[in-house]
């Protein structure tokens, strides 16, 4: 029988040992997020093993992780509006995730060989932020120190949650990665009164491309344009994401599982 990989408790402090092993290429490692664990990597060889372990299909691609809404803009196509709703969630620590279009010259920073695992048909990709700090403190370094991306998907088995509990990520996981950072006490405190059947296990996904993939247009306070903002996942702060999008955009829709 496979041993466990090794399991360390968050400090509060970026993690040397994870950041380490997103340098070192060909790793995986399992992070505490507000809403549970991630698996997380940083280049084909690690992309490869997350897909492996999850058992997932390859044309669900990872998110990227980003440490700031200034890399998002780096990264991704947005206008004033999408970029000043991003910063709303910035600064109330708001965790959420944005499908948007790649800026062209910014897939250099995508791995050689990993564009398919990390970006749709469409040319798009969910940009996530405010996910937790334990990995944000991760990403940021990777992004600031070295110029480098990280992604993830959750550390459960596909289309299986982990309950927000290290013990939830399954035996595959736990013996397949190459670090586990626990942290069930962080996790627990982002909804502090949830109970395991009560509790969000995903946050909030909102799409602001149209079905090719192009960006939508600025609203510009006009109403009824299209196409619209859409909330296509709901999830942790669910409510105080409908009350930024009610407040930066007169039109958007909520179609859960649309496309996503």
Known sequence: M???????????????????LMRAGGKAIVSPTKVGYIVMTSDLGGLERKF???????????????????????????NDEVEAFYRTHEEQDVLMGCILPWKHEAKRYIPAG????????????CF???????????ARARWEEDGELVFASSANPSGQGNRGLVSGIGERIEQGVDLIIEADDYVASIQ????????????????????QGSLVPEQKGERDVTPAPMLIRKGVYLDQILRNLSDHFLSWDFRQGHYY
Do not use: Y
């Open 192 to 211: 502090p009164d949830a109970t395991v059947e009560t509790r969000w296990e995903q946050g909030v996904m909102v799409s602001f491309v149209d079905d």
């Open 2 to 20: 496979s041993e466990k990989a090794p399991m360390v408790h968050w400090d509060g402090e970026l993690n040397s040992e994870g950041l380490a």
């Open 128 to 138: 996530v932020m405010a996910f937790g700090k334990p990995g944000e403190q991760i």
């Open 52 to 78: 492996d372990l999850k058992q997932r299909k390859r044309n669900k691609p990872a998110v990227v992780l980003c440490g700031s809404v200034d890399q998002i803009t780096e990264l991704a196509e947005l």
């Open 114 to 125: 990993a564009e398919e695992l990390v970006i749709d048909g469409r040319g798009t990709s």
